[in-house]
């Protein structure tokens, strides 16, 4: 077994934050958390991890970024999104096709990850099988644990980007087959979004992931331009949802990424499927896509996760993300005069933490009998206040302002993978 | 002579990039720029500084920002204006009566904003002059120049930071006094705004700035609220510019912080006057006063900054304030349909650096004839790219992610102080 000291702070529910002045966790032998105490017991034969006066609190979980387009992070943001979708990113990825540029891009990318707080994923590759593959090994030797979807893209991708159909099916299943051996990471069946794939590659999808029970990511309603576009390719559908649904692709615990542009129609959709919302602010706002209407979401009962959207986001440190996340909020407030109230510290953490970890199975911040994944922040190296914090204010201006440098420790499924 | 080699980037003028690939720059023994150069002589006598494949670009200024709010970076970002600053602005600053404090904190910072890559500022200090004697004596020891005001706050500031109108005109007087002995930071008058200080306060400044050439920074049109207050205190004055022109108070090279509500009438106050705007736009989300309509005033001719506006902004990097800029511009561009165009990154880079420069009298990027301002970024510590990019392209991505670990070295009134 193994005791952790420190102050523990988690956000169980939206808006809610517990806090645990001098507390500790005890996990079990294989990093579950066994029992969160509110002191450290006294002759206790666990091995003891003393963090002093730190933060104990839940890792950040990334619910959407593109791996391959972390060489293009923040490059190319003056652009309108068809040019920058055709002038970096299609091209960028297409470099994947080199197995050794992706091991060592991957390999950086998943240690900015963990290094910087984030412990679990839910991530699109590109349409390359071995790079995918080599992917998922980074991240599980950095200790990234998630899901991670080699992408289907059979139609509308540019000249150097591009799968036959059959290609994209038979590579989909050789990389299945592949992902077998991953502990850590499991795949995600990732149709890039309606204009990529054909029908008859959506038909497929849908129907593999009914027979083999697996989940799926893609993107929706995240601007005008791609919503008129999708309605032109499936006059059929009401709305751009429809478009996943007709396939078999909306399904329970179905992840969509933006879903700017979802109006009360769509969001009773995403309701009632039980499809969770990835919620990119910073993409959003530097694609000009718009302000999601996240508190309108949340008040509806949607289930609303946080993504960095490498490389749309130009910022992959989730409590920037987090962050970020409270600044667009701040926008619809202002925009409906306080009607939207914005979203508060600890909502907007929940957002990036708790939310997303719970759509692997981990609710409520240090689920009991489920491995520990968390963050160790030592805010003594922020600047000296003017007086003792709580260990609210000590948790805000953590989110803040943490870095790699104040990050002291990362567990990831109940293993130490920093520090 | 020196000679720095390296790619030289900088924003001349708004929206023009000037780019010099392995160029050099060549300074003479005072540390100024003697000659911008395509490529390093041949056989120059000059002390070589190789910096290799590194970026060298003109350094930050931020022209408005709190030093004594630095312990509450990122706290109490949930609350609405007046509560924040009761609970949190005042209280923190009335700690810096200790001088112990002061120091400890004022070091940090100066620290803090030179490896940031700021080596310019135009700062609010708090009301007491010892500290702000403190203040100065760190930023030059740390390398930062630039101007330094002790606040004048005679009314409504609550009962823990507080000084008489006789108190605040003999300790302007004492702190004046003491300012001759600094070589890199100077003096500038500082009513706190118009709300914090008597009309007998705001005469006897004005008559002041005229008296000694001084130059003046205060707030202006941040929010609603506050804007209602003071047409309530000067019944006289049309619009909130016009209680500091009444006072002498409204003059050329005046730095007035936010502007977020500053119509046609006021924006031409600014103009005539040849007032500098400081444009704080994560403070403005952040406290929810608005996004100021910097591309109207660019438009109009106005003398548009940047500020970190440190603690009403969270962020103190000063490359992320030029990102955060751009985000808010994008806000209002998506407002407008498109009508105001966001800004680039070079031109957000440019009201960050040269702009603010400017105000000091260094217009340019890098005039010659004046000490050097520059950074030096090593964008080889980011993540590999997809292939060789331009310079244009390794500045948007460094403007985007620098960080301390990606500035190497830091030039300052032509020292070397980083690096």
Chains 1, 2 share one sequence.
Not at 271 to 295: E, M
Not at 334 to 342: A, L, S
Request: net charge negative.
């Amino acid at each position: 077994m193994k005791l952790l000291k420190g102050n523990l702070v988690y956000a169980p529910r939206l808006g809610e934050l517990e806090t645990v002045p001098h507390g500790a966790l005890l996990l079990d032998d294989g990093g579950a958390v066994r029992d969160i105490l509110a002191a450290a017991p006294e002759g206790c034969d666990a091995e003891v991890l003393d963090y002093g006066d730190a933060l104990i609190m839940p890792s950040f979980a990334d619910m959407h970024l593109h791996a391959p387009q972390y060489p293009m992070l923040g490059m190319g943001m003056d652009l309108p999104l068809i040019e920058w979708l055709n002038t970096y990113t299609f091209a960028t990825e297409a470099r994947f096709a080199d197995t050794d540029y992706a091991r060592r891009v991957y390999r950086r990318l998943a240690q900015d990850l963990v290094t910087g707080g984030t412990t679990r994923v839910c991530m699109f590759s590109s349409l390359h099988t071995d790079a995918t593959l080599i992917l998922m090994e980074e991240l599980e030797r950095a200790g990234v644990t998630g899901c991670v979807g080699k992408v289907n893209m059979d139609r509308n991708s540019g000249d150097v980007l591009r799968e036959t159909t059959e290609q994209s099916k038979r590579e989909t299943l050789r990389w299945l087959d592949e992902c077998a051996r991953f502990r850590h990471v499991s795949p995600i069946l990732t149709p890039r979004f309606t204009p990529s794939c054909t029908d008859e590659l959506m038909a497929w999808l849908g129907r593999l992931a009914d027979e083999r029970g697996l989940r799926v990511q893609s993107h929706l309603s995240e601007n005008g331009g791609e919503i008129a576009w999708v309605r032109e390719l499936h006059p059929d559908c009401a709305q751009y949802w429809e478009t996943y649904d007709k396939y078999g692709l909306w399904r329970d615990h179905a992840v969509m990424a933006h879903c700017v542009h979802s109006d009360a129609r769509e969001r009773e959709a995403l309701l009632r499927a039980n499809v969770a919302v990835a919620h990119c602010a910073g993409s959003n706002i530097n694609i000009c896509s718009g302000v999601a209407p996240i508190r309108t979401m949340l008040r509806e009962g949607v289930w609303v996760t946080l993504g960095s959207d490498i490389a749309g986001g130009a910022i992959l440190a989730m409590n920037r993300v987090v962050t970020m996340s409270i600044r667009a909020s701040k926008i619809l407030y202002m925009q409906t005069q306080g009607e939207d109230q914005f979203l508060t510290v600890e909502e907007a953490y929940y957002l990036g933490s708790t939310a997303g970890h719970r759509w692997f199975g981990a609710d409520g911040g240090f689920p009991k009998g489920l491995p520990l994944h968390a963050i160790v922040v030592d805010d003594g190296v922020f600047a000296e206040p003017v007086r003792a914090l709580t260990l609210r204010e000590r948790f805000e201006r953590s989110v803040y302002l943490m870095d790699k440098g104040a990050i002291r420790a990362v567990w990831s499924e109940g293993r130490r993978v920093v520090g």
